[in-house]
């Protein structure tokens, strides 16, 4: 049963830098799927950044050249390296594999932007 435990978040200030991460377990993982959503509140989960196994990334266009998500193929972990967080970046942050067509999400972890 694939499972997965985030950490990271916290409280930051305009302008600082936070990690997340999420590490995988129970899976295979030689070609899996591995991204960081998030939410608001009031508005839909949407896709921040994504990795494959083979290290493809995807970025959302507001977060692209702030945000880099790198991957640990051996700890089977994906990170998400924020830098010159924004207000606009509070939200619930969730990890999300997909493991061969076995689909998880974590329970989420608060990011908040606030001086």
């Known amino acids: 049963q694939v499972q997965v435990a985030e950490s990271g978040g916290g409280l930051v200030q305009p302008g600082g830098s936070l990690e997340l991460s999420c590490e995988a377990s129970g899976g295979i993982f030689s070609n899996a799927f591995m991204a960081w959503y998030r939410q608001a509140p009031g508005k839909e989960r949407e896709l921040v950044a994504s990795i494959t196994t083979f290290g493809i990334t995807y970025y959302a266009s507001s977060v692209k050249g702030r945000f880099t998500i790198s991957n640990d193929k051996v700890r089977n972990t994906v990170f998400l390296l924020m830098n010159s967080l924004k207000p606009e970046d509070t939200a619930t942050y969730y990890c999300?594999?997909?493991?061969?067509?076995?689909?998880?999400w974590g329970q989420g972890t608060q990011v908040t932007v606030s001086s």
């Open positions: 999300y594999v997909d493991d061969q067509g076995t689909r998880v």
